[in-house]
């Protein structure tokens, strides 16, 4: 039933677009991200009914997905919005392998293919789950990276000595190419 489809996609749309604001530490207003969720579901419910070739689909989906993460951070920069774009693409297919996966393990036969899509017939209590378990991973990731950054972006003592002149300084890692001296196993200084 396409109403049960456009109320699965808006949930689901409304958790990712919450997981990505949280990854990219970015700033919401939960009527731009209802709103965006909805634009998410139409498309979810034109995408299940046409017939479009792969390439069109997959400009459409672009485009649409472009038009909702405007609409729910109200960004502009265009190297802002593409970062909030690849989280909103890295937590989508994360809870899509997750629904998927509950789907396969929970009700195999109730996958069937429509055209060029894997479609499950399933209750909206799978997606709820699926959101849920992946909101509690990319969490938990999100976690772990920032522990993992914050550990290694450290303040140095740094000494720099030119022809008998030395001057000491404090400096901060480097973790953006996390180069060793490979003898003594020392961050290397660029």
């Known amino acids: 039933y396409l109403d049960i489809v456009l109320l699965e996609n808006i949930v689901l749309n409304y958790i990712i677009i919450i997981s990505t604001a949280i990854i990219s530490k970015s700033k919401i207003n939960i009527l731009n991200i209802i709103l965006s969720s909805f634009i998410g579901g139409v498309y979810a419910i034109f995408n299940y009914i046409s017939n479009i070739n792969l390439a069109v689909s997959v400009t459409i989906k672009i485009l649409i997905s472009i038009c909702m993460m405007v609409i729910a951070f109200k960004e502009y920069q265009l190297n802002k919005l593409l970062k909030i774009l690849m989280f909103f693409y890295l937590v989508s297919f994360t809870f899509g392998g997750i629904a998927f ?25 799978v997606t709820v789950l699926a959101g849920g378990i992946g909101f509690i991973i990319i969490t938990i990731i999100a976690e772990i990276i920032k522990n993992r950054v914050g550990k290694k972006v450290t303040i140095y003592n740094l000494e720099i000595s030119y022809r008998g002149n030395l001057k000491k300084m404090k400096t901060m890692l480097d973790t953006g190419n996390l180069l060793k001296e490979p003898i003594s196993n020392a961050d290397v200084i660029i």
């Open 101 to 125: 996966m509950l789907l396969f393990f929970l009700d195999p036969q109730s996958i069937v293919i429509n055209g060029n899509y894997f479609v499950g017939t399933y209750p909206i209590k």
